[in-house]
């Protein structure tokens, strides 16, 4: 049998810890499967003394995760600790630099320094595997890496944050407002302390631009993600997306168009029917749409110990049946200098159709205003409703407006104009409608 896989790693928390369990209580199954055994050699966390419910006795233990990124006492250096800057990319850099492998579950690492660390690897002729920075548990990364081979994608769009699935889902189910499901999500630990970093988006977008680097070959660009979260989305929001037939999601977005790749996370309802209006609660999702495949859809567990450490033991794993000369392929699908740079297209350019949420005057003339701008900017409505607009309404109305596809920057227009008028009573509320099967 080959020599064993000496496996560093650093970070024991919620994710290092399970690994190091499953690496444990699997150890007889991975042998059977990758030909050799897979020890933890390794390991680093800040505190030395806490139990972290495995023994990890038999491990050397580093305080500094560089020193054991760089020592000749592993193979694999495995990166649970977190963050785009510090400890976590100090070690990833040098494992990579000393030849060692890595594997990550690291999406702001990734969307921020991947295209340097793959460069790296690549130089090194070593492996950087990272399938649960997205969507946790789910095998996206190899199924867009290796398993998709000569398809060109359209669009891949997804599900990418637990926190705001669970948020909205519960929304509607049971008519609460954003704040109670919000402290429900960090009373039951499926929201941070401060949430900032999972409500307004920007994990999602950490995640989207690893997932369009791959899907278009480009760079990864995520600080030209256009971002909106789930904090301004209403009752009365969930509640007029069901009457008509959609459900509310914040999707993260990339879809190449004429004018360059859109890469957008936003609020977003979808048809109640779709496959992806089916997921619900901490559950993720992503959907890939290529010209041979069609579209693909897959789903399952997008966070927690044992989920992301099945992905993090997967990808050792991997390394453990590569051999020289057999590796798998390059880290982002193309090697690194083959990543072209990243031609984003304007979000005033975004086509679709676009649900307008109003609240104005009660009085002669509104509605006929509200239909002129639309008019006026080339938008067709769908539909147009008005009715009373809760315990105010003998004084105001809410004006709810489905338009055909359109463009973004018609909406604004129109929507700006209707500000200007001063029928309004409230802020507008503007939601993007996805196509989805
Ligand atoms: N949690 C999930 O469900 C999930 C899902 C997908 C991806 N991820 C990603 O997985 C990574 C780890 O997440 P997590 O939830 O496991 O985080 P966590 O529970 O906060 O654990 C972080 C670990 O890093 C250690 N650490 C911090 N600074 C260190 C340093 N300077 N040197 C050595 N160790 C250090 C901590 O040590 P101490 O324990 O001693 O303080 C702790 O063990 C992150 O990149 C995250 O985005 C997490």
Redesign the pocket.
């Given at each position: 049998m080959a020599e064993a896989l000496r496996v560093g790693i650093?970070?024991?928390?919620?994710?290092?810890a399970s690994v190091a369990r499953v690496l444990r209580d699997k150890a007889a199954e991975l042998t059977r499967q990758c030909g050799r055994e897979v020890v933890v050699s390794a390991v680093?966390?800040?505190?030395r003394k806490?139990d972290r419910g495995v023994d990890l006795g038999a491990a050397k233990w580093f305080d500094d995760?560089v020193a054991m990124a760089q020592t000749a006492e592993i193979d694999v250096f495995v990166e649970?600790?977190?963050g785009d800057e510090g400890?976590s990319h100090a070690s990833v850099k040098a494992a990579l630099e000393a030849g060692r492998h890595v594997v990550t579950?690291?999406?702001?690492l990734l969307a921020k320094h991947g295209v340097a660390l793959a460069e790296t690897a690549e130089k090194k002729g070593v492996l950087l595997n990272y399938e649960?920075?997205v969507a946790?548990g789910i095998p996206v990364i190899k199924t867009m890496r290796e398993a998709m081979a000569g398809n060109s994608v359209t669009r891949v769009f997804g599900i990418l944050n637990g926190t705001c699935n669970y948020i909205l889902t519960r929304m509607e189910a049971e008519g609460l407002s954003f704040d109670a499901c919000l402290k429900d999500a960090q009373r039951l630990g499926y929201a941070e302390a401060d949430p900032t970093f999972d409500i307004e988006g920007h994990d999602t977008a950490h995640k989207l631009s690893i997932l369009t680097s791959l899907a278009f070959g480009t760079r990864i660009a995520a600080n030209d993600i256009y971002m909106e979260g789930i904090s301004n989305i209403s009752q009365a929001d969930i509640r007029a997306a069901g009457d008509l037939g959609y459900r509310i999601k914040l999707l993260g977005v990339a879809q190449r168009t004429e004018s360059g790749i859109e890469q957008r996370v936003h609020p977003t309802m979808v048809p109640t029917a779709s496959v992806i209006a089916q997921v619900h609660g901490v559950t993720n999702a992503v959907a890939i749409e290529t010209d041979i495949l069609g579209e693909l859809l897959l789903s399952g567990p997008g966070?927690?110990?044992n989920a992301?450490a099945s992905a993090v033991v997967g990808d050792i794993a991997d390394i453990a049946k590569s051999r020289p000369g057999f590796q798998h392929g390059p880290v982002f699908g193309l090697p690194a200098k083959e990543l072209r740079p990243y031609k984003k297209a304007q979000m005033r350019s975004h086509a679709g159709g676009y649900f307008i949420r109003l609240t104005v005057h009660d009085r002669i003339g509104v509605f006929a205003a509200i239909a002129k701008r639309m008019a006026d900017n080339d938008i067709s409505l769908e539909s147009i409703v008005q009715h009373a607009a809760g315990p105010d309404s003998a004084l105001q109305k809410t004006v709810i407006l489905v338009t055909h596809e359109t463009t973004e920057a018609a909406v604004r227009k129109a929507v700006d104009g209707i500000t200007k008028d001063d029928h309004l009573t409230d802020k507008p509320q503007v939601i993007r409608i996805e196509r989805a099967e």
């Open positions: 650093a970070g024991l928390g919620t994710v290092g680093s966390a800040r505190d806490r995760p649970l600790i977190g400890p579950a690291n999406k702001a649960a920075a946790g966070a927690g110990g992301t």
